[in-house]
Nanobody, 117 residues
Framework: QVQLVESGGGLVQPGGSLRLSCAPS????????MGWYRQAPGKQRELAAT???????NYADSVKGRFTVSRDNAKNTVYLQMNSLKSEDTAVYYC???????????WGQGTLVTVSS
């Protein structure tokens, strides 16, 4: 019954910025881990960035220094601030959330980010 609602995707020029948001809808939930995975055209889904309920973060090497993941625990909302965007960042970005360590998580429907001039 838990749904993750994503927003913020769109078209942005190289070097630009975009901010993604994800929050649960349809139930009252709290999550140990929330974050973002992405899938580029013709490629497998990969981790972008995650954050725990205590603020520990994990980033893919390809986005370190450019992306920042954060969360609002009161709203159970996770954000992804994307700066200095490159064409290689073009992908569908999927929100992910897990209630407990090692538990099966829930996925959002994805939001498309296109980086192009």
């Amino acid at each position: 019954q838990v749904q993750l609602v994503e927003s913020g995707g769109g078209l942005v020029q190289p070097g630009g910025s975009l901010r993604l948001s994800c929050a649960p809808s349809g139930s009252i939930s709290s999550f140990y881990l929330m974050g973002w995975y992405r899938q580029a055209p013709g490629k497998q889904r990969e981790l972008a960035a995650t954050i725990t309920n205590t603020g520990s973060t994990n980033y893919a090497d390809s986005v370190k220094g450019r992306f920042t993941v954060s969360r609002d625990n009161a709203k159970n909302t996770v954000y992804l601030q994307m700066n200095s965007l490159k064409s290689e960042d073009t992908a569908v970005y999927y929100c992910y959330a897990a209630r407990w360590p090692g538990s099966t998580g829930v996925w959002g429907q994805g939001t498309l980010v296109t980086v192009s001039s």
